[in-house]
């Protein structure tokens, strides 16, 4: 027959090709199965929340240079793979600072999260305790420390501090912590006063959210999450004896902005854990803090929600890891979104990342079921870029396997191949 020729194709040959499903009695939840990327829970998230909960979220500081800037840094990233090594097998684990993880990857701290879905602090340390992922339950959280370890007690769990005016507050807070069995204590640093959220002055979201004409109006396009938040318990920072008007109010109200670097004897004196310092954004800093025995740092700057214009972490990296040498354990937060991310974060010299946005993306998307959709899909990725790069664990990342298009000038970096997981 000529290529020429038309025919009419039999039903033997059509019926393989004809894949019609019924529709889901649980169009939820096959939302979430078809999600593929952190990007398709984001746009779920948008479509399932109203405006100022997504915005609280997505947002950032001012004009948003320092989020844009954090993605922008993992975007120029150029892996260089190596081909023909077995990568039948791939170990993608950690071990850092007590804690076990199968990909380099710990839950990041979220305040005020039963907002994004009632179910908040619950679901997602249920959600981590599944997968093996540590959490990070936040000062600004909305379930209390008795609480979680009580409910999810299988869950590997770190407590976030910041440190108040109302000193005799905080140490009362992190007894209760360590009372119950939180084992390393994430001291935020870089909230000397609350960032500028932009989105969140004009979208005019107070905690709790506040029943004005606009969030009414909002009903109408969201009424199963306003139905959900009315019928379920109030909700309220659970470690806060103040809460009402906006977050930046609460900030400015509570936290202590004349904290410094001898703060940090005081803390160590109340605390007998584990203690790591979140928020460096400076290679001295993190050099001094090194000095006064912190016990790991997590380069960070706030997701972008403190200063804008502030450099992007995955830049930070190479000369922090070269100021404080392969034994200290460093963590990147800021602009994760693709286990692709994580891996090039631990091959220029970070030990394991945190995650904020990508799982409460998951949580507004499905609750505890897209929670648990956010953690495969990094584990994937993560997985897959690997075997891609021709590399079976991550212990064997080096700055080779992923360079920077546009990278900045930083001194000569330590040989990361020898940096031990504490």
């Known amino acids: 027959m000529s290529p020429l020729s038309r025919r009419v194709p039999s039903w033997s040959e059509l019926r393989p090709l004809v894949q019609l499903r019924a529709p889901s009695l649980r169009p939820a939840a096959a939302a979430l199965a078809r999600a593929a990327t952190i990007e398709d829970l984001r746009a779920l998230a948008r479509r399932r929340t109203p405006r100022a909960v997504f915005d609280y979220v997505d947002g950032a500081a001012e004009s948003e240079l320092s989020l844009a800037r954090s993605r922008q840094a993992f975007a120029e990233v150029e892996f260089r793979p190596r081909v023909l090594r077995d990568v039948s097998r791939v170990d993608a684990g950690v071990s850092i600072l ?195 025995g912190v016990d790991g740092l997590v380069i960070s700057n706030h997701g972008g929600r403190q200063l804008d214009r502030a450099v992007a972490p995955l830049d930070l990296l190479p000369e922090i890891r070269a100021a404080v040498g392969p034994d200290v354990p460093l963590l990147l937060d800021g602009g994760v979104l693709n286990g692709a991310d994580v891996v090039a974060a631990v091959a220029r010299g970070a030990d394991a990342v945190m995650v904020g946005r990508a799982y409460l993306y998951g949580l507004m998307a499905g609750g505890e079921a897209g929670v648990d959709r956010a953690l495969e899909i990094l584990v994937s990725q993560v997985h897959r870029t690997l075997r891609l790069l021709g590399v079976t664990r991550t212990a064997d990342l080096t700055p080779e396997h992923a360079s920077r298009r546009h990278a900045p000038t930083t001194p000569q970096m330590h040989d990361t191949t020898t940096r031990r997981n504490a």
């Open 98 to 292: 007590g804690v076990t993880s199968p990909v380099p990857v710990l839950l990041a701290p979220t305040g005020f999260t039963r907002m994004m879905h009632t179910q908040g602090e619950w679901a997602v340390a249920r959600a981590a305790a599944r997968a093996g992922v540590p959490f990070t339950l936040s000062t600004m959280g909305t379930v209390s420390v008795e609480d979680l370890a009580t409910d999810v007690p299988d869950v590997q769990r770190w407590f976030q501090l910041y440190l108040w005016r109302d000193r005799a507050a905080s140490r009362e807070l992190v007894r209760r912590a360590g009372a119950a069995g939180f084992g390393t204590l994430v001291l935020t640093v870089d909230t000397a006063v609350a960032g500028q959220r932009l989105r969140d002055v004009r979208n005019g979201l107070t905690i709790p959210p506040a029943l004005t004409a606009r969030t009414l109006a909002g009903m109408a396009l969201h009424p199963r999450w306003w139905g959900d938040l009315l019928t379920s318990e109030p909700i309220e920072f659970a470690s806060l004896r103040s809460s009402g008007g906006t977050v930046a109010d609460l900030v400015d109200r509570m936290f202590d902005p004349a904290l410094t670097m001898a703060d940090l004897a005081w803390l160590r004196e109340e605390w007998a854990g584990r203690i790591v310092v979140k928020g460096v954004q400076h290679r001295e800093d993190a050099t001094e803090l090194v000095e006064l």
